[in-house]
């Protein structure tokens, strides 16, 4: 039995992309990435990238309302992106690690390269859409 290298190729590549696709570890980051899609999350996130904040601070720097900046901050607290230590009565937000400011930051390097791109793409749908 003669088989063409490349088509046996083509097909193992094609399901190693279903098993990927499928994978528990894309899923979790799908899901990491649909979080950070949100624009009052992301807009949490920017606002704690100089340093911690209480939600009073949070809600005068996004222009969010405190019951959605607090609505947000648990989600992302509860996901483990950022930190909370209390001092008194208020609560102290902050990035839970370097590493994840650093993804952030790499967005933004991405983002001066293509964000006329990214505006423009009919595929992704916008916040407004």
Request: charged share 30%; hydrophobic share 40%.
């Amino acid at each position: 039995m003669n088989v063409d290298i490349s088509v046996a190729a083509d097909i193992y590549r094609r399901h190693t992309d279903m098993a990927i696709a499928n994978s528990p570890d894309i899923r979790v980051k799908a899901k990491l990435f649909r979080g950070l899609a949100d624009p009052s999350r992301l807009s949490i996130l920017e606002a704690l990238r100089d340093g911690a904040k209480n939600v009073s601070e949070i809600v005068e720097i996004t222009g969010l309302t405190q019951p959605n900046t607090s609505m947000h901050l648990a989600c992302l607290w509860e996901c483990g992106l950022v930190d909370r230590k209390r001092n008194g009565r208020f609560a102290f937000y902050s990035i839970q690690s370097e590493r994840f400011s650093r993804v952030l930051e790499v967005a933004d390097a991405v983002l001066d390269e293509v964000s006329c791109r990214v505006a423009e793409c009919k595929r992704f749908r916008g916040v407004d859409e």
